[in-house]
DNA sequence: ACCTGAACACCGTTCAAGT
DNA sequence: ACCTGAACACCGTTCAAGT
């Protein structure tokens, strides 16, 4: 007896691991010790628990993310600090966002997952660098700008690059409140 | 009779439009008219033509790049510009770099590839910062951010993101260079 | 309601045999 | 030197049958 959140919950394990290719089915099947006509009752096909995988991205990533800092009633320069934390400086978030974003690039159901997260982040610092005080064009600029390096951080991390220095998240903080 | 590098092309052709587990040897085969059995004679598996993909990869990518700015003895902001504008507004790399990027991400042989290509790149924008008269600590952190979002610009448009706008680049200048 | 077991298709890989 | 064709293994998918 497996439930669909133990499949998915295994999904998300071996796509971290391997990549969208290495949620396999069968493999799947043999390590929750079921056969694979077991997945085939939660799921129609391996094509539906990758949705699956996105969904549970999209829930935790961004809401989770924005609702944690937006509470706090601290200034717009800080939840931009906090932001860059928690994105920047996240042990577990750079390894799931990175392969949802390499899966992504191969994958169009993922792509539109994706591109839909990346306007609400980017639109989230946009405002915020509003709310700092910068003129509408220079912020949108900037938040763009940053929120590429943010990918770009991810996109690094995930090939097993160094993270960058907290000393580097000042310097761009810097730069953009300019 | 196919050769070699009819193989690679067609491999890297199926890279850029589905990712790594689009490159099959039997569709390959099947499209270039043959059996599998030729390609076993040029590749010794699959794995093979996977490494020569990268292989090409690494030879067009930094050197071309790089090479081609070198040159011309311009000075180190006219480099800078010059370099965003082939990266940011190139047609065609985008889509392999994304590729290559989003394969990096579950495969630890491009992963290798892929991070000595970053340490080339961003140790290049490092050294032109430096020509600009910036100090060396100001100039790591921002060669980072630069080329942090250079690689953000890469995944977002690999996704099918809209590109940045002309505006952006001006921006990014500015700011690194301020 | 949830799972097994057998069957089939697709593709990676091998290899003896052909030209 | 380069390729074919047949064979086998692995995994996705289906489905009738079990509890």
Do not use: N
């Not at 799931?96 to 539109?112: C, F, L, N, T, V």
């Not at 990918?151 to 810097?174: D, K, T, W």
């Amino acid at each position: 007896m497996v439930s669909r959140e133990e499949w998915i919950k295994a999904g998300i394990k071996a796509l971290v691991r391997g990549g969208p290719e290495a949620v396999r089915v069968e493999p799947l099947a043999k390590q929750l010790a079921v056969t694979k006509g077991s997945f085939y009752w939660h799921f129609d096909d391996r094509g539906a628990l990758l949705d699956a995988l996105l969904e549970q991205w999209k829930r935790v990533a961004t809401l989770a993310v924005i609702d944690a800092i937006e509470p706090q009633a601290i200034t717009p320069q800080e939840r931009l600090r906090a932001l860059m934390m928690m994105t920047f400086r996240s042990a577990e978030a750079p390894a799931i966002e990175g392969a949802i974003r390499a899966w992504s690039a191969s994958d169009p159901r993922a792509q539109k997952v994706v591109r839909r997260i990346d306007r609400v982040r980017e639109r989230y610092v946009r405002e915020l660098l509003v709310e700092c005080g910068l003129p509408a064009q220079v912020a949108a600029a900037r938040a763009r700008v940053m929120y590429l390096a943010l990918i770009g951080e991810f996109s690094v991390v995930a090939h097993g690059g160094a993270p960058s220095s907290p000393a580097l998240f000042g310097e761009l903080l810097r730069l953009l409140l300019a």
